[in-house]
């Protein structure tokens, strides 16, 4: 059974009532539209910052470079999803934005941009992962065995050591000690840690995030990132949720205290 809203009182109207306000409302969503055009435009304008560390992964064809990633393609969009090397499962927001990857990778590679997921747990878990959810998307590991570790998590932000956590030495989201990857009054990592088989310290220090790369002349380039409500985009139902009458409905919240869950635990009680 699905989960019910948590309430459904709201004020009715007339027809036209609801068309006037409507209307109204069409003005204000179509000068949002016209600010998001000019926001695109703007991160394409921002400076590239090019790349000479070397990273490698493991993948399902095995050690990778950054540029192996491009797969023969000018740009790389990358999703750092939270799966550390102690988790026993994904996290459950970045699981709910990878639902919608089998779908949109194919489209992005037909405009010259390799997509893949990057995380530090084994690649073992990943797969395993994967075939739990059902994914079929490139999803690389930067701690495999067979290419050993590097440091891309923790260059680009989303990976931090205990060390750091404790001392709040560290930047998330363009902001040093970031309270989203210390445990604290943020339920998050409190109702995620258990979920992921790991305690809220240990989850916080993986964080989400998305980053973009271009391929010029052989040399790798970073182009942009964002991370936390940056993310927002990138939950396919969230455009759905917003535009249903009663919206997220985050409040209402789930068992366990999510108001949401991996794709195939909704029926579970």
Same mark, same amino acid.
């Given at each position: 059974?699905?989960?019910?809203?948590?309430?459904?009182?709201?004020?009715?109207?007339?027809?036209?009532?609801?068309?006037?306000?409507?209307?109204?409302?069409?003005?204000?969503?179509?000068?949002?539209?016209?600010?998001?055009?000019?926001?695109?435009?703007?991160?394409?304008?921002?400076?590239?910052?090019?790349?000479?560390?070397?990273?490698?992964?493991?993948?399902?064809?095995?050690?990778?470079?950054?540029?192996?990633?491009?797969?023969?393609?000018?740009?790389?969009?990358?999703?750092?999803?939270?799966?550390?090397? @102690?988790?026993?499962?994904? %996290?459950?927001? %970045?699981?709910?934005?990878?639902?919608?990857?089998?779908?949109?990778?194919?489209?992005?590679?037909?405009?010259?941009?390799?997509?893949?997921?990057?995380?530090? @747990?084994?690649?073992?878990?990943?797969?395993?992962?994967?075939?739990?959810?059902?994914?079929?998307?490139?999803? @690389?590991?930067?701690?495999?065995?067979?290419?050993?570790?590097?440091?891309?998590?923790?260059?680009?932000?989303?990976?931090?050591?205990?060390?750091?956590?404790?001392?709040?030495?560290?930047?998330?989201?363009?902001?040093?000690?970031?309270?989203?990857?210390?445990?604290?009054?943020?339920p998050g990592p409190a109702t995620f840690g258990p979920v992921t088989g790991t305690d809220p310290a240990t989850y916080a220090?993986?964080?989400?995030?998305?980053?973009?790369?271009a391929l010029k002349d052989d040399v790798v380039y970073h182009t942009y990132s964002t991370y936390e409500r940056g993310l927002?985009?990138?939950?396919?139902?969230?455009?759905?949720?917003?535009?249903?009458?009663?919206?997220?409905?985050?409040?209402?919240?789930? @068992?366990?205290?999510?108001?949401?869950?991996?794709?195939?635990?909704?029926?579970?009680?």
């Open positions: 059974m699905p989960d019910k809203a948590t309430s459904i009182n709201h004020k009715t109207g007339t027809r036209e009532q609801w068309l006037a306000a409507r209307l109204d409302l069409l003005r204000a969503e179509k000068e949002f539209t016209r600010r998001g055009d000019e926001l695109t435009r703007r991160r394409q304008e921002l400076p590239w910052v090019r790349i000479d560390k070397e990273y490698r992964f493991e993948t399902d064809q095995g050690t990778a470079s950054l540029k192996d990633l491009f797969r023969g393609r000018s740009q790389l969009v990358v999703y750092h999803f939270m799966f550390g090397p @102690a988790f026993k499962t994904g %996290c459950p927001a %970045c699981s709910a934005i990878a639902d919608s990857f089998n779908g949109i990778f194919v489209h992005l590679e037909g405009h010259d941009v390799a997509f893949s997921a990057i995380s530090r @747990a084994p690649l073992t878990k990943l797969q395993a992962f994967k075939r739990r959810m059902g994914w079929t998307f490139p999803w @690389a590991s930067s701690s495999g065995s067979g290419g050993g570790g590097s440091d891309f998590n923790s260059d680009f932000n989303v990976s931090i050591t205990e060390e750091q956590q404790r001392k709040g030495d560290f930047v998330y989201n363009f902001q040093r000690d970031h309270p989203t990857m210390k445990p604290g009054p943020d220090r993986e964080g989400p995030g998305m980053s973009a790369f927002d985009p990138f939950f396919g139902f969230y455009a759905w949720l917003d535009r249903a009458p009663l919206g997220r409905n985050e409040k209402g919240g789930v @068992a366990g205290g999510l108001w949401y869950r991996y794709h195939d635990e909704y029926d579970k009680r």
